[in-house]
């Protein structure tokens, strides 16, 4: 993507911008796996496009025969990079993009043709958040000025985390321990301001979703601070207004959950038992323990 913005080639005037019905982006890691001999080499590539967009037009018949002389003659067939009017981040404006294969013409309603395609976008110029490098050992925060997870689409679900080992053997895997068993599916609706902030904070802070951070999730009835990761990028999914959708995948670290002892007692003791039990380690703490004295070895006497 040598051209500038000055001398690169623009969407035409004459044709429609994107409809915001069926509307997606979809970012995608910059990176790519280079097969060796000791295994797979995930390197970065810097002139990596950003994302994925899939949108769709509703065109006439004077329109189409543009839209197509436009793809064909003047960008070689859809190879060609030129500014193109997108909604991102609930705002409409230009970006550099490609076509990601040939347009193809859908539904035909009457004089009207509906034409889908899909876009590669290059690098986007977002938000800048002062993070300092010193913290990179600190896992990130999710800012409370920040809208949370909406309750609407919200969902968790228990997986079996394990990774393949690469090996020879096939169908050899073995645990993530730093990973869960929760998998959580979530959502946001964020104003403009909001969604490029969110897009800055998971491409610079988060290194592109790859790092652990805190957020408040719901879990068993109750909003808490988890550490949490992107599964995988989170997707534009739908533009209401000048409101953007945002869903997304998170895995959960590693949860403190009830002690084993705990646990064994509830399996093994009834109701009764448990009652009696604790009114007697009540007698013990708020009836004997507080006629108890301090001697200067340590030891407690009653």
């Known amino acids: 993507m040598s051209q500038s913005e000055d001398t690169a080639l623009r969407w035409p005037c004459w044709l429609p911008r994107p409809s915001r019905s069926g509307y997606t982006f979809d970012p995608r890691k910059a990176s790519v796996d280079s097969t060796m001999e000791v295994g797979t080499l995930v390197r970065r590539e810097f002139d990596a496009d950003q994302g994925s967009v899939t949108c769709s037009m509703l065109l006439d018949q004077n329109q189409m025969a543009m839209f197509e002389a436009f793809e064909r003659d003047t960008l070689c067939q859809g190879r060609g990079w030129f500014l193109f009017p997108l909604w991102v981040g609930g705002q409409l404006q230009e970006y ?16 009207y043709t509906t034409v889908t395609f899909s876009l590669d976008m290059g690098a986007r110029q977002l938000p800048e958040i002062n993070f300092n490098p010193n913290e990179r050992e600190e ?19 228990l997986t079996d985390f394990k990774l393949d080992q690469g090996i020879d053997v096939p169908g050899v895997k073995r645990v993530d321990f730093e990973v869960d068993e929760v998998k959580i599916t979530g959502r946001m609706i964020l104003n403009p301001q909001e969604a490029g902030y969110f897009e800055a904070f998971e491409r610079d802070v988060l290194n592109q979703g790859c790092r652990w951070f805190l957020l408040p999730v719901w879990i068993s009835g109750e909003l808490k601070e988890y550490k949490v990761r992107f599964k995988e990028r989170p997707k534009l999914a739908e533009v209401r207004g000048k409101h953007s ?13 009830w002690n084993q002892t705990v646990v064994g007692w509830l399996l093994t003791m009834s109701p009764a038992e448990i009652e009696l039990f604790a009114d007697k380690l009540h007698e013990i703490v708020h009836v004997k323990l507080p006629r108890a004295s301090k001697l200067p070895d340590g030891l407690m006497e009653v």
């Open 96 to 111: 550099m993009v490609r076509f990601n294969g040939r347009p193809k013409p859908g539904t035909v309603r009457g004089l």
């Open 139 to 157: 896992l990130p925060v999710w800012p409370k000025e920040m809208p949370g997870l909406q309750k609407e689409g919200y969902g968790y679900e």
């Open 245 to 257: 959708i945002y869903t997304f995948t998170l895995e959960m670290g590693q949860r403190s959950l």
